[in-house]
């Protein structure tokens, strides 16, 4: 089993700022892509940012010059620095991570999801 345990959602008002975490446990051997996604009401799960294991990285277009991801690979733990942070932003986010176990088997995780919401 592998587990993604997300933290740092919250209430923010509009143009302020949160950082998430996500720590990934469980058998893992490494772990390639991390990701974050999220999901408002009504409306289907989107991509907001990936980080491949090396560093590289691609967001959605509607976070661009806003939001950074990173990862500390040692730690097996994706961040997400949210800044000028917009009433649209609200959401459910959610970490995801494809991981090589320790049995030599992929699998794509997900964790359970933080609540973001902006508003005055």
């Known amino acids: 089993q592998v587990q993604l345990v997300e933290s740092g959602g919250g209430l923010v008002q509009p143009g302020g700022s949160l950082r998430l975490s996500c720590a990934a446990s469980?058998?893992?051997?490494?772990?390639?892509?991390m990701g974050w996604y999220r999901q408002a009401p009504g409306k289907q799960r989107e991509l907001v940012a990936v980080?491949?294991?090396?560093?590289?990285?691609n967001y959605a277009d509607s976070v661009k010059g806003r939001f950074t991801i990173s990862r500390d690979n040692a730690k097996n733990t994706v961040y997400l620095q949210m800044n000028s942070l917009r009433p649209e932003d609200t959401a459910v986010y959610y970490c995801?991570?494809?991981?090589?176990?320790?049995?030599?088997?992929?699998?794509?995780?997900w964790g359970r999801g933080t609540q973001v919401t902006v508003s005055s």
């Open positions: 469980g058998i893992i051997f490494t772990i390639n892509d």
């Open positions: 980080i491949t294991r090396g560093g590289n990285t």
């Open positions: 995801n991570a494809d991981v090589l176990t320790i049995f030599q088997t992929y699998t794509t995780s």
